[in-house]
């Protein structure tokens, strides 16, 4: 079994920071990609951001110069830091990786349970 567990979310001012973090445990071989998704009330699922095993970032536009992914691959965990929060970040943030459980079998896509994030004016 593999499981991813948010940590991290809570309420805060607009103009503050969070840091979340996610750890993934269980029969992990290896973890490719890892990122964080948000989904907002009645909105579609979104992408905030993606790390690469190497080190290799992605951002959506509207976090870019605020939000910061890392990970430290020893402890199999990614987090990722948020400043500079705006009430249009508030979502429930999904922690997400794509896991190889062996070196034969193919990665597969995992996610967390989820953890509510709400920025007040």
């Known amino acids: 079994q593999v499981q991813l567990v948010e940590s991290g979310g809570g309420l805060v001012q607009a103009g503050g920071s969070l840091r979340l973090s996610c750890a993934a445990s269980?029969?992990?071989?290896?973890?490719?990609?890892m990122g964080w998704y948000r989904q907002a009330p009645g909105k579609q699922r979104e992408l905030v951001a993606s790390?690469?095993?190497?080190?290799?970032?992605n951002y959506v536009d509207s976090v870019k110069g605020r939000f910061t992914i890392s990970r430290d691959n020893a402890k199999n965990t990614v987090y990722l830091q948020m400043d500079s929060l705006k009430p249009e970040d508030t979502a429930v943030y999904y922690c997400?990786?794509?896991?190889?459980?062996?070196?034969?079998?193919?990665?597969?896509?995992?996610w967390g349970p989820g953890t509510q994030v709400t920025v007040s004016s």
């Open positions: 790390i690469t095993s190497g080190g290799t970032t």
């Open positions: 269980g029969s992990i071989f290896i973890i490719t990609k």
């Open positions: 997400n990786a794509d896991i190889q459980k062996t070196l034969i079998l193919p990665p597969r896509t995992y």
